[in-house]
């Protein structure tokens, strides 16, 4: 089983700041990451896959990277609507665990 | 437009079986695999298993083994994910996923599954 430390698990931060989250696995990956933003009460959406590509619609002050043990997902320009949780997940290998989740809330 | 629409909540009592299903539209259904991610109240998302909708081909999370079984019919491009023998930390919600490489791009809406006596 790959282990997952994903940090911080609380952000504070202010519309138009720039915030950086970090996932980092208990052994090497490669690229097979990505990245899920989840609002209260709604499923999980995609926003990043192979720790850098974005997802069809997704807004490009998203960005991600990273390779092997240690990714980021950076949120540049924070805007309102990015105020939600944020998993990783790794599917390098079954089973297909999640980070523990960072909060992003208003400050 | 891919959708994945999931059937509706539940409230079992401890021991019971929980059968989800998860009907697919928009895409070719045997062309990707189905993921079931769950999340208990105020908790994070756990991943529960995949199954792949071309040959049936499944891996569960260890914790799991022996009480889900994940399955699909291809003539009505549904999933469903069964977990028998519940218990009080089985109630979340309960989503399906689409996905063939890991990752996964479309979500279904989620079903509560209450497990209380």
């Known amino acids: 089983v790959i282990w997952m430390t994903q940090s911080p698990s609380l952000l504070s931060a202010s519309t138009g700041d720039r915030v950086i989250i970090s996932c980092r696995m208990s052994?090497?990956?490669?690229?097979?990451l990505a990245w899920y933003q989840q609002k209260p009460g709604k499923a999980p959406e995609l926003l990043i896959y192979a720790a850098s590509t974005l997802q069809s619609g997704v807004p490009s002050r998203f960005s991600g990277s990273g390779s092997g043990t240690d990714f980021t997902l950076t949120i540049s320009c924070l805007q309102s609507e990015d105020f939600a949780t944020y998993y990783c997940?790794?599917?390098?290998?079954?089973?297909?665990?999640f980070g523990q989740g960072t909060k992003l809330e208003i400050k | 437009q891919v959708q994945l629409v999931q059937s509706g909540a539940e409230v079992k009592k401890p021991g019971a079986s929980v059968k989800v299903s998860c009907k697919a539209s928009?895409?070719?259904?045997?062309?990707?695999?189905i993921s079931w991610v769950r999340q208990a109240p105020g908790q994070g998302l756990e991943w529960m298993g995949w199954?792949?909708?071309?040959?049936?081909?499944?891996n569960y999370a260890q914790k799991l083994q022996g009480r889900v079984t994940m399955t699909t019919d291809t003539s009505t491009s549904t999933a469903y994910m069964e977990l028998r023998s519940l218990r009080s930390d089985d109630t979340a919600v309960y989503y399906c996923?689409?996905?063939?490489?890991?990752?996964?791009?479309?979500w279904g809406q989620g079903t509560l599954v209450t497990v209380s006596s």
């Open positions: 052994q090497g990956i490669s690229s097979y």
């Open positions: 996923a689409r996905g063939s490489s890991g990752w996964c791009d479309y």
């Open positions: 199954i792949s909708a071309y040959n049936g081909n499944t």
């Open positions: 928009g895409y070719t259904f045997t062309s990707y695999g």
């Open positions: 997940q790794q599917y390098y290998s079954f089973p297909h665990t």
